[in-house]
Every structure is written in C-alpha cells, then in structure tokens.
C-alpha cells in the first residue's frame, strides 16, 4: 500500500511537472526577455542588439531588456548566459569571436559554444575594414604595409579584446603582409575605435558601425574592405584583393544564443519574431548605414554556420601562429 501510494505521488508530481513545463510554453513570453550583450555600450555587437530590440519586443507582446556584461572579450557575458535557465529569457547576442574563435585561443574557457547552447537566429555580417588613425602617413593599404615594415613593432593596434574577431582579423592580416604590430585589447569595440579616433592606437580592424562618426569626421582613415566586393555605405574603398592583399576575406557576423535545453518551441517563436524583425524597413535601412547586411537563416541554417565557422577559424589561428592563453 506504502509502495501504491508513493508511486501515485511520483505519477502526480511528474504530470505536474509535464503540464507545467508544457503550459510555460504555451504562453511563451509572459514576463520581459533579457538579452545579455557580450560588449560595451555603443560597441557594433550593442548596435545590433538595440536595431532589434523595440521590433522584437513588439512582436513577442512583452520587452526586451538589454543588458551590457563587457570584459574578458565577451566571456563573461556568455558564461553567464551559458549557466542561466534554459527557459527562453535569458539570451545572449555574440558574435563570430564568442561562437567560433574564444575555444581555439582561450584556455579553460568556461563554455562550450557547440555544446552549451542553441542557434536562436542570425541577425547580420559585417565585413572587416582596416581603418587608421589620420596621424599614420599612409593614404592606402600599401602605403601602409611600406610604413608598418619600416617601422617593426612601432604599430599599436587596437581591438575588442584578446581572443575577439578584430583581434584574431590583425593577426591574419600581420601574417598575410609580413608586418609586426603590438596588439592593445580593450573591453569592447566601442574604446577601441575611441582611442583610434584619438590617435592612441594606430590601426583597427572593426565593422563601419563602431567608428562611423570618426570615419566621417576624418579622423579615422579606410584603407580596405574585407570581403568580394565594395561597400554601398563606402563605395570609393577597395576590397583587399583590388588594394593587393589576395585571399583576405574576414567576415564577421552576429546572432542570438539560448542555453541547451530550452524547449523547441520556444526556440522556435524567438527565431520567427527575430527574422521578422530583419524585415523592419528601418532596422534593414540602419543595417546598410552602418555597412552591415541582414541574415535570413533558419535555425538548422544558423547552428551550421557556428559549427562550419568553429573549424575555420580553427585553421586560421593555427595558420597566424596563435597559441591559447
């Protein structure tokens, strides 16, 4: 009878678990969704987050809060993010550093990008540019290799962190063109274009949008644009194979994450709401302003691109001579 009795209680305590679980997702969102920046305010990864934000939350009926977890090149954000509630409220937006580069240069990194989480959407590319200081003496990417060889290591080269994209992008492109330079990370990509501006650092590999102001204001000088063809939002800037640079192609993108675990469904209705958000004719506008393009994927498309990006990127550390620290 003790056994009959224990057993109707497991029954019971397991069919509310179900019917809870099961209702959670039926009125999937019933409180704000936080969305957990991985850089500083102002920075290309923050711009992303705030251009779907308002569309997002309107659509999903409750608001997105948008919460900055700079440092560490992103690391703390998606830890954090990594060992939160698989319950869909919890999101964070990374890009290709977080997802595909941090495990091939980061020793003990607390997650595993493959494992811990799940592709909710793409949101948009951005191709690398190489931008200068106005104070380098050189008007185009040859000018500037010349320079760089004629003066080792007296190049400062600004980046959102040890281990981010712009880092490992100078790397790449130091190997590729023979030059040495002294890699200066920040906490984020918005400092960093900062002291570029500046004249603090002399050189940065970053997306439009974290140095339009400074481009132009003049202070900052674009020497090249990473990818197959020019820019609409810089059209008198030469890809790197039309400056002299062959087989630069640095591409970064950005997307949101969920912790492994939380249900398909839910999954499911954040990735609709965020595609459909990628067709806002003013988040599409501000996209193109700032040199980026929007990225329509599935969810099967998305996690993909993780995994076929992990590997690259795995190649090109390797090819650059960077070791994990």
């Known amino acids: 009878m003790r056994y009959m009795t224990r057993l109707v209680w497991c029954m019971l305590a397991a069919v509310q678990a179900f019917w809870g679980t099961a209702q959670a997702q039926e009125t999937f969102p019933n409180k704000p969704i936080r969305m957990i920046v991985s850089a500083a305010a102002g920075g290309i990864t923050d711009i992303m987050a705030r251009l779907i934000q308002e569309p997002v939350g309107r659509g999903l009926g409750q608001p997105m809060i948008i919460e900055n977890k700079p440092g560490a090149g992103g690391i703390i954000a998606v830890d954090y993010v990594a060992k939160s509630a698989p319950d869909g409220y919890t999101l964070v937006i990374v890009n290709v550093s977080n997802a595909a580069i941090a495990p091939w240069i980061k020793k003990n990194l607390p997650y595993d990008p493959l494992k811990d989480f799940v592709g909710v959407a793409a949101v948009a590319e951005a191709p690398t540019i190489v931008a200068i200081s106005d104070k380098v003496p050189a008007r185009t990417l040859k000018e500037f290799i010349e320079y760089a060889k004629a003066n080792p290591g007296k190049i400062n080269y600004g980046s959102a962190g040890t281990g981010t994209g712009p880092h490992l992008a100078a790397e790449v492109f130091a190997h590729m063109t023979g030059i040495k330079m002294v890699h200066v ?88 709401h965020i595609d459909k958000a990628l067709e806002d004719p003013l988040v599409v506008k501000r996209l193109a302003d700032g040199g980026s393009l929007p990225i329509r994927e599935s969810i099967e498309q998305f996690q993909a691109r993780i995994v076929t990006d992990h590997a690259k990127w795995g190649d090109r550390v390797r090819i650059a001579g960077i070791t994990a620290q």
Do not use: C
Request: glycine share 12%; charged share 15%.
């Open 185 to 272: 990370p920040y906490k984020g990509a918005a400092p960093a274009a900062v002291d570029l501006a500046a004249g603090l650092v002399q050189l940065g590999m970053i997306a439009i949008g974290s140095a339009k102001g400074s481009i132009a204001k003049g202070q900052v000088r674009v020497l090249a644009v990473a990818g197959s063809r020019r820019l609409a939002a810089l059209p008198d800037v030469p890809t790197f194979d039309e400056a002299g640079v062959s087989g630069y192609d640095i591409t970064n993108w950005f997307g949101v994450l969920a912790p492994r675990g939380t249900p398909s469904a839910v999954i499911q209705s954040l990735h609709d």
